[in-house]
């Protein structure tokens, strides 16, 4: 992590009080620096024929005045070795715009319709009241009849970034980028169910521990349960 993560891990969960330049200035001192951001790799697969394709109604406008305002959803690979061998799981989730957390996620063996799906049906069961803008590359699970059929009967809209404009779904990206710079880059897993348990375990950290600046120094949980007290 950086210094001003330290700084925020110090402060919130030390009670070690101290500005970002002192903690700068030992990280300078002891060569302590954060992980390298790694370009991120797409496992999105598009349909030649898709059912449908919707306009990109988020624009970018990454800001959400209330929680399940704006979800975000994507696709991430991850791979585990077994000898010379090569496997993968992928990680489908959720992310709510205001709040920053994981609603809901869902890992298989397979990148298909079914690891969407449930992903989805996941988060209703999470938020059954929910009724967000919901926004995707468009990968093929997303353009399916199937999704879009979810979509409108629990009363969403469709947003769908452009081709080949990942920033269109900035945050999500962003989600990916932490969780395998924290996480998965920084050791080798040799079998499935190891991965498995890394990532969920992440998930909940992230969720519940993981303080951050745009939230005001908050947990995604915390920031979340502060705005439905005060409704």
């Given at each position: 992590m950086g210094y001003r993560r330290i700084r925020d891990e110090l402060d919130g969960h030390k009670g070690i009080h101290v500005n970002d330049k002192r903690v700068l200035r030992i990280c300078r001192k002891y060569d302590i620096k954060s992980n390298?951001?790694?370009?991120?790799?797409?496992?999105?697969?598009?349909?030649?024929?898709?059912?449908?394709?919707?306009?990109?109604?988020?624009?970018r406008e990454?800001?959400?005045?209330?929680?399940?305002?704006k979800w975000l959803t994507d696709v991430s690979e991850f791979k585990y070795y077994n000898g010379i061998e090569v496997h993968k799981v992928y990680l489908s989730a959720i992310l709510d715009l205001y709040d920053r957390r994981i609603v809901s996620f869902k890992i298989s063996d397979?990148?298909?319709?079914?690891?969407?799906?449930?992903?989805?049906?996941e988060a209703i069961?999470?938020?059954?009241?929910?009724?967000?803008?919901?926004?995707?590359?468009?990968?093929?699970?997303?353009?399916?009849?199937?999704?879009?059929?979810?979509?409108?009967?629990?009363?969403?809209k469709q947003s769908m970034s452009r081709v080949a404009h990942c920033i269109d779904n900035g945050p999500m990206e962003g989600f990916w980028g932490i969780l395998k710079r924290e996480m998965?880059?920084?050791?080798?897993?040799?079998?499935?169910?190891?991965?498995?348990?890394?990532?969920?375990?992440?998930?909940?950290?992230?969720?519940?521990?993981?303080?951050?600046?745009?939230?005001?120094?908050?947990?995604?949980?915390?920031?979340?349960?502060?705005?439905t007290k005060a409704a």
């Open positions: 390298i951001k790694w370009k991120p790799k797409s496992c999105t697969r598009g349909d030649r024929n898709p059912d449908h394709i919707a306009k990109n109604y988020l624009h990454f800001h959400a005045e209330k929680p399940n305002e397979h990148n298909d319709n079914p690891l969407v799906m449930d992903t989805f049906d069961r999470q938020e059954p009241d929910a009724h967000p803008l919901v926004h995707s590359d468009r990968g093929f699970q997303y353009t399916s009849a199937q999704f879009y059929t979810r979509l409108k009967k629990h009363h969403m998965y880059y920084k050791q080798r897993f040799n079998d499935r169910s190891s991965l498995i348990t890394a990532i969920a375990n992440y998930i909940d950290y992230y969720n519940n521990q993981r303080l951050q600046r745009k939230l005001h120094v908050m947990t995604p949980m915390k920031y979340h349960e502060q705005y």
